[in-house]
């Protein structure tokens, strides 16, 4: 099966200026998420969705950032204005469920790489 | 407060050396965990579960709710185990979600 896709593989930007990162899952999986990951920590969830609804956004900074899932199927990420802390790495990951009680584990994209100078 | 913690950021061992990479958590419902790994410039991938009691590259990971523990094994290095491995819970808000440790780096020397 064709893997979680991520675009951009890198972006350097001025803090202040918008960035916007995509992702179009594994085909099939209903559930979607966007992590942070700062160098030397581990991966920090932003948001959740289930098809085109936000199960979990509790540890997005919504002044700054936002994210959609249109139809239920690909994903954008969007930050206005970035602040140098922004700079990270950008996963994006989706999953398949056996039901409502298993979670099988996540297939991860390879990433945006995000510099904020 | 509900958390992973990988007590180590680095280890090292030699090669044919066994190795054990803790994972400490703090749950109060039933957890899920987990195990990931990335190797140099490659994505984050799933290495093992625990629903699944599963040896995959060798590797094991034995869930222990008296120590609240899931630390993973394997009797004899290799240097291409070398990589971030991190420990994750799931069922922290939802069936679906999953929290990470901050990852030990695992380095095998020849």
């Known amino acids: 099966e064709a893997g979680v896709a991520q675009s951009p593989r890198y972006k350097i930007i001025e803090k202040r200026q918008s960035v916007a990162f995509w992702c179009n899952p594994i085909s099939g999986h209903a559930t979607l998420y966007w992590y942070q990951q700062i160098l030397g920590q581990g991966p920090k969830l932003l948001i959740q969705f289930q098809n085109n609804g936000v199960v979990d956004d509790s540890q997005l900074p919504k002044d700054r950032f936002s994210a959609e899932r249109l139809k239920g199927v690909d994903s954008t990420l969007k930050i206005q204005p970035a602040k140098l802390e922004d700079s990270a790495v950008y996963l994006c990951a989706s999953s398949s469920t056996g039901g409502a009680s298993r979670n099988y584990g996540y297939t991860f994209g390879s990433g945006t790489r995000l510099t904020v100078v | 407060a509900q958390r992973v913690t990988q007590p180590e950021k680095l280890l090292s061992v030699f090669k044919g050396a066994p190795v054990e990479l803790k994972c400490n958590y703090s749950?109060?419902?039933?957890?899920?965990l987990f195990w990931y790994v990335q190797y140099s410039r490659q994505r984050l991938q799933l290495l093992l579960r625990h629903i699944s009691r599963e040896s995959i590259k060798g590797f094991t990971a034995d869930l222990n709710k008296g120590e609240t523990s899931f630390h993973l094994k394997k009797p004899f290095a290799q240097e291409e185990d070398s990589a971030m491995y991190y420990c994750?819970?799931?069922?922290?808000?939802?069936?679906?979600?999953?929290?990470f440790g901050a990852g030990t780096r695992l380095t095998v020397k020849p």
């Open positions: 994750a819970l799931s069922g922290w808000k939802n069936n679906n979600d999953m929290r």
């Open positions: 749950y109060s419902g039933s957890p899920e």
